[in-house]
């Protein structure tokens, strides 16, 4: 069953913008804890934002300054908008959620972003 479903993702020139969502209807998703992820290929997934249930946020060092994190509880979605975007940005990123009380977590599909000319 999919609980998380990542969307906007797409080839987009350095220095443009994208705005990445993850619909999160399937859970309670108020009661979570929520993030971005990102993957290069031959790389780790590493943590790129994230968004507490209220709403504090922290930001990788590589993207503070250039994207920011929201998310919208009445519409159970989160969003990653992305500016000035890089080569190195390339990756697919993942939507991740956690319920922090019961440990409880839960991962999207994935959708790739590609920053090239």
């Known amino acids: 069953q999919v609980h998380l479903v990542e969307s906007g993702g797409g080839l987009v020139q350095p220095g443009g913008s994208l705005r990445l969502s993850c619909d999160a209807s399937r859970i309670s998703f108020r009661n979570y804890d929520m993030a971005w992820y990102r993957q290069a290929p031959g790389k780790q997934r590493e943590s790129v934002a994230t968004i507490s249930r209220s709403h504090s946020t922290t930001y990788a060092d590589s993207v503070t300054g250039r994207f920011t994190i929201s998310r919208d509880n009445w519409k159970m979605t989160m969003f990653l908008e992305m500016n000035n975007l890089k080569p190195e940005d390339t990756a697919v990123y993942y939507c991740?959620?956690?319920?922090?009380?019961?440990?409880?977590?839960?991962w999207g599909q994935g959708t790739q972003v590609t920053v090239s000319s």
């Open positions: 991740y959620a956690n319920l922090r009380d019961a440990n409880l977590t839960f």
